[in-house]
Antibody, heavy 119, light 106 residues
Framework: VTLKESGPVLVKPTETLTLTCNVSGFSLNNARMGVSWIRQPPGKALEWLAHIFSNDEKSYNTSLKTRLTVSEDPSKSQVVLTMTNMDPVDTATYFC????????????WGPGTLVTVSS | DIQMTQSPSTLSASVGDRVTIACRASQSISSWLAWYQQKPGKAPKLLIF???SLERGVPSRFSGGGSGTEFTLTISSLQPDDVATYYCQHYNSYSGTFGQGTKVEI
């Protein structure tokens, strides 16, 4: 099982961030499997952002819900996270991770990708 | 929303010591709790799920306990490789709140 995040290293304030998580070793067509997004500002704690089990079953961090959208393309083995209206406080390493079921935690993680928000 | 609070924020101990980290939920979460270990520059690693079940391949010196609102992670004999930050997480089908982390030093 592997997951790998990709996307821009630098975004400007007010722009929209789009990150892609490429997965292998498991199928996004398996409705039991989910993918979560988590971020970590430099030197700070982990923050759960969202997870998706299918394009009909998604959940979001309530404090960021209005800015986040998560979707998946099983044919490409990809999960995409978009975050609108980026601000310097959103500078963080963004991780994607797998859940083997709705009632299991994050057992496999990507290495993370650092996104800096600056003009 | 359920809040997760860890204590202490930093812990300094000696090799061979028994170390315990606490995690408190703002309301009952049954046993829907996981513990992760994170080393600098790396992704977190799952140690414990369902409050007390050891993830495959994790050394047996790690153990988890508790239910409801009070949980613990114990390292029975601290090793140099255990220097890391440890996070608890409440997980379920619609959320995944983390604690603020506990840094373990030797």
């Amino acid at each position: 099982v592997t997951l790998k995040e990709s996307g821009p290293v630098l975004v400007k304030p007010t722009e929209t961030l789009t990150l892609t998580c490429n997965v292998s070793g498991f199928s996004l067509n398996n409705a039991r499997m989910g993918v979560s997004w988590i971020r970590q500002p430099p030197g700070k704690a982990l923050e759960w952002l969202a997870h998706i089990f299918s394009n009909d079953e998604k959940s979001y961090n309530t404090s960021l819900k209005t800015r986040l959208t998560v979707s998946e393309d099983p044919s490409k083995s990809q999960v995409v996270l978009t975050m609108t209206n980026m601000d310097p406080v959103d500078t963080a390493t963004y991780f994607c991770a797998r859940m083997q079921s709705r009632w299991l935690p994050l057992d496999s993680w990507g290495p993370g990708t650092l996104v800096t928000v600056s003009s | 929303d359920i809040q997760m609070t860890q204590s202490p924020s930093t812990l300094s101990a000696s090799v061979g010591d028994r170390v315990t980290i606490a995690c408190r939920a703002s309301q009952s979460i049954s046993s829907w709790l996981a513990w992760y270990q994170q080393k600098p520059g790396k992704a977190p690693k799952l140690l414990i799920f369902a409050a007390s079940s050891l993830e495959r391949g994790v050394p047996s010196r790690f153990s988890g306990g508790g239910s409801g609102t009070e949980f613990t992670l114990t390292i029975s004999s601290l090793q140099p490789d255990d220097v890391a930050t440890y996070y608890c997480q409440h997980y379920n089908s619609y959320s995944g709140t983390f604690g603020q982390g506990t840094k373990v030093e030797i």
